[in-house]
T-cell receptor
């Protein structure tokens, strides 16, 4: 069965510090991978998606970047965090036009 | 206009009631539709996935799609306090992009 691992569950970081969130998927190969952000009381905002190793599409110009160094690994990064980067970050995987499955999420607070 | 509109609620119902959750959309190209349940501080959990007009049933859940009206619904029968959560509708634009509603917060009162 397919599983998706996302960590850490909670993160508190000072403004200006770097960020690295990691997501790994098991039980599938060549998945489409996604990073979403969910602000309090708001919907899911697509940040990045990847259809293959090294292939990253950015949806929103921002302070964040993503990388896919391996087939089932997706990393969200920032060199310098802003207050506005606070939110609930979700990794997801799926296949074209098929079901999308989410990780457990990371609550990021930038202070 | 947003591509997907969803009433944020909250929607409060007594235990055992039938719940109706709805989304409207503007892009007639959407072909695949999903409903997710999200508990506080957790990742969304897929409840229903459908790609055609009509009804699809799974246990206490029924998903309904009306492409002519650009309207989808999720019905929950015999609602339980454990159903209290935020429900998100989602649709696929193109091949890769999943577009989500803002979610409806549901409270089922014991």
């Amino acid at each position: 069965s397919q599983t998706i691992h996302q960590w850490p569950a909670t993160l508190v970081q000072p403004v200006g510090s770097p960020l690295s969130l990691e997501c790994t998927v098991e039980g599938t190969s060549n998945p489409n991978l996604y990073w979403y952000r969910q602000a309090a009381g708001r919907g899911l905002q697509l940040l990045f998606y990847s259809v293959g190793i090294g292939q990253i599409s950015s949806e929103v110009p921002q302070n964040l970047s993503a990388s896919r160094p391996q087939d089932r690994q997706f990393i969200l990064s920032s060199k310098k965090l802003l207050l506005s980067d606070s939110g609930f970050y979700l990794c997801a995987h799926g296949r074209s036009n098929e079901k999308l499955f989410f990780g457990s999420g990371t609550q990021l607070s930038v202070l | 206009q947003k591509e997907v509109e969803q009433d944020p609620g909250p929607l409060s119902v007594p235990e055992g009631a039938i719940v109706s959750l709805n989304c409207t959309y503007s892009n007639s190209a959407f072909q695949y539709f999903m409903w997710y349940r999200q508990y506080s501080r957790k990742g969304p959990e897929l409840l229903m996935y459908t790609y055609s007009s009509g009804n699809k049933e799974d246990g206490r859940f029924t998903a309904q799609v009306d492409k002519s009206s650009k309207y989808i619904s999720l019905f929950i029968r015999d609602s339980q306090p454990s159903d209290s959560a935020t429900y998100l509708c989602a649709m696929i634009r193109g091949t890769y992009k999943y577009i989500f509603g803002t979610g409806t917060r549901l409270k089922v009162l014991a």
